[in-house]
């Protein structure tokens, strides 16, 4: 297993800003995709974003042009700029990543860092 460690959340307002980190100990960082996951009260895990070893990013519609994921593979570590938060952001982040290089897939997750953005 790969320990994924995030922080970085809390209790915000909407229209506030937060950057969650997720430092992953393994190395070739660079040769793995890298993602954000999100889970509401009572609400599956849902996808948000994803960068890969390319540098490839995707991001779900509901966050496109509020969210920003990055990495910096020199400290092996993992971005996730949140801009212009809204109470349907709240939910606990996860940060996950796979076991296979130069694949997308997310089958290594973090403990989760809860989000929470008040009206």
């Known amino acids: 297993q790969v320990p994924l460690v995030e922080s970085g959340g809390g209790l915000v307002q909407a229209g506030d800003s937060l950057r969650l980190s997720c430092t992953a100990s393994r190395p070739s960082f660079n040769a793995y995709s890298m993602g954000w996951f999100r889970q509401a009260p009572g609400k599956e895990r849902e996808f948000v974003c994803g960068?890969?070893?390319?540098?490839?990013?995707t991001y779900t519609d509901a966050v496109k042009g509020r969210f920003t994921i990055s990495r910096d593979n020199a400290k092996n570590t993992l971005y996730l700029q949140m801009n212009n938060l809204k109470p349907e952001d709240t939910a606990v982040y996860y940060c996950?990543?796979?076991?296979?290089?130069?694949?997308?897939?997310?089958?290594?997750w973090g403990q989760g860092t809860q989000v929470t953005v008040s009206s």
């Open positions: 996950a990543t796979g076991s296979r290089t130069y694949v997308t897939q997310y089958d290594i």
């Open positions: 960068i890969s070893w390319s540098l490839l990013r």
